[in-house]
């Protein structure tokens, strides 16, 4: 069904609650993680700080992404992104409730998912 980037590991998941799971037992020890379907897009990337997340939805190859927005958050926190610092806007950053809701889904329909709002980049 589709693949889970963790660090330097993929997994392969059959089934929206095998993902869910592997990504709920990550969510401890990873920054950031990359799911996708049987195809590379689209895709999303999460990076993941306590209680906090940043979702980054890619679409397609040619450049079309979203980020998660949150009007309702005020705090600054900071990710790790491709190894590197990073702090986006406060208004990116969503809680992990919504950041799991958000992924499942994903997995169900593999496009962007209505359960948050974006904005584009």
């Given at each position: 069904?589709?693949?889970?980037?963790?660090?330097?590991?993929?997994?392969?998941?059959?089934?929206?609650?095998?993902?869910?799971?592997?990504?709920?037992?990550?969510?401890?020890?990873?920054?950031?993680?990359?799911?996708?379907?049987?195809?590379?897009?689209?895709?999303?990337?999460?990076?993941?700080?306590?209680?906090?997340?940043?979702i980054?939805?890619?679409?397609?190859?040619?450049?079309?992404?979203?980020?998660?927005?949150?009007?309702?958050?005020?705090?600054?926190?900071?990710?790790?992104?491709?190894?590197?610092?990073?702090?986006?806007?406060?208004?990116?950053?969503?809680?992990?409730?919504?950041?799991?809701?958000?992924?499942?889904?994903?997995?169900?329909?593999?496009?962007?998912?209505?359960?948050?709002?974006?904005?584009d980049?």
């Amino acid at each position: 069904m589709g693949n889970i980037s963790l660090g330097k590991n993929n997994i392969e998941f059959r089934s929206v609650d095998q993902a869910l799971d592997i990504i709920k037992n990550a969510m401890s020890n990873e920054k950031e993680i990359w799911i996708s379907g049987n195809n590379v897009y689209p895709s999303m990337a999460i990076c993941l700080n306590g209680e906090y997340a940043a979702i980054t939805y890619f679409q397609s190859e040619d450049g079309a992404m979203w980020l998660s927005y949150n009007e309702n958050n005020q705090e600054v926190i900071t990710f790790v992104a491709g190894g590197e610092e990073w702090i986006p806007e406060p208004n990116a950053v969503i809680e992990i409730k919504d950041m799991l809701s958000c992924v499942k889904e994903f997995l169900n329909s593999f496009e962007r998912p209505s359960c948050i709002c974006w904005q584009d980049l």
